[in-house]
């Protein structure tokens, strides 16, 4: 079994920054991809950043110069940090992985449960 948990979420105000942490868990063999998507009420998700196994990063471009996706391939941890937060920033956030279990010889999708954050003053 695998999961993924995400945590850092919250209210912040406009300008304000916060934290994104997404560990994954469980019989895990590797991680290929890791990133974030969020999706606002109404709305459809969207992909906001990705990151490869070996650190390259691609962004939306409502979140470039703002937005600093990382991983941890040790902690198998991928981090979003988040700087000049706007009120069109609040959405449900989630975490995605390409994850290859113990025994399985193929990459599946996972995905985190998702953390609310709201940016309103």
């Known amino acids: 079994q695998v999961q993924l948990v995400e945590s850092g979420g919250g209210l912040v105000q406009p300008g304000g920054s916060l934290r994104l942490s997404c560990a994954a868990s469980?019989?895990?063999?590797?991680?290929?991809?890791m990133g974030w998507y969020r999706q606002a009420p109404g709305k459809q998700r969207e992909l906001v950043a990705g990151i490869s196994s070996g650190g390259m990063a691609d962004y939306a471009d409502s979140v470039k110069g703002r937005f600093t996706i990382s991983r941890d391939n040790a902690k198998n941890t991928v981090y979003l940090q988040m700087n000049s937060l706007k009120p069109e920033d609040t959405a449900v956030y989630y975490c995605?992985?390409?994850?290859?279990?113990?025994?399985?010889?193929?990459?599946?999708?996972?995905w985190g449960q998702g953390t609310q954050v709201t940016v309103s003053s």
């Open positions: 995605n992985a390409e994850i290859m279990k113990y025994y399985s010889g193929r990459y599946g999708q996972y």
């Open positions: 469980g019989s895990i063999l590797s991680i290929n991809g």
